[in-house]
């Protein structure tokens, strides 16, 4: 039995579908005010919890062999969810999960964290990621450490102000920083293999086929659609001092705005 946690966001709902397209048993860890109707339809065990929520953690990792981890508190404060914080879940929530993962037997453990340049950006998320990698380390489990690059489904979308249907677009910084944009499907499937061959790598890095900065995505769109984007640029001082002075009230966004400024710095994939 394979326990997801994060299973109705874009990456952990994408997993849970592999996993049983192997034919994999699976139960997903789901928030109390969460419709879980179309997990359970599909056949998927649904355990009732939260992250914050230690109880609860404790009774969803019972009989379980490996855990799946993508969930995350940014993703649900930009979703205009209250009460939450980056250390209430992506910090203690994690630790509370490793902790009761290791009690019950846990064999395997796999965790979605940042490419190198966004975890060493210095935010909140950031250094929650890292504090998680570490607890990981330290544990009996055998963990894997998924380290992606950019997401092409968030970071090419209005998500991240990349409006290429509105035709407006931020750049951050210069715009000139070369990523290998990475499909969502691609890392779900790179998920599934690593939770269930022999011996999995301890760290495992992917990324997209072809490196491209953002300007020269914007352009790659302007191609395509024929439709010229407006461009908003917003300088590294800008980005740099919102983020410093947002950390203490503000997290999420300051970590936001930190990833934003570390995308200007290449990732290692474009140089291989």
Request: proline share 5%.
């Amino acid at each position: 039995m394979i326990l997801v946690c994060g299973a109705t966001g874009m990456l952990g709902s994408r997993i849970v579908t592999l996993l049983q397209r192997e034919g994999l048993p699976v139960r997903a860890l789901v928030r109390p005010s969460t419709d879980a109707a179309a997990l359970e339809a599909a056949g998927v065990e649904i355990a009732r919890g939260d992250l914050r929520d230690r109880d609860s953690l404790r009774a969803a990792v019972q009989g379980i062999s490996s855990i799946v981890s993508t969930a995350n508190s940014v993703a649900r404060v930009m979703g205009g969810e209250r009460g939450l914080t980056i250390g209430d879940v992506d910090d203690q929530g994690h630790a509370s999960l490793i902790e009761e993962a290791d009690a019950a037997g846990v064999k395997r453990f796999v965790f979605l964290s940042f490419a190198d340049e966004i975890l060493d950006s210095g935010t909140p998320f950031a250094r929650a990621k890292r504090a998680t990698e570490q607890r990981l380390r330290d544990s009996p489990m055998r963990e894997t450490i998924v380290r992606p690059e950019m997401f092409q489904e968030v970071w090419l979308t209005e998500l991240v102000q990349f409006d290429w249907k509105a035709g407006k677009l931020t750049i951050f910084g210069k715009g000139n920083a070369s990523h290998r944009y990475v499909s969502v499907d691609d890392v779900a499937a790179a998920v599934v293999h690593l939770v269930t061959i022999d011996d999995p790598p301890r760290v495992f890095a992917c990324a997209g086929p072809e490196a491209m900065s953002r300007i020269e995505a914007a352009e790659a769109f302007e191609g395509a659609t024929g439709s010229p984007m407006k461009r908003n640029h917003v300088p590294r001082p800008a980005l740099r001092i919102g983020s410093f002075v947002l950390r203490p009230f503000r997290p999420v966004l300051a970590s936001i705005m930190g990833q934003a400024l570390s995308s200007e710095r290449p990732c290692l994939f474009s140089h291989r």
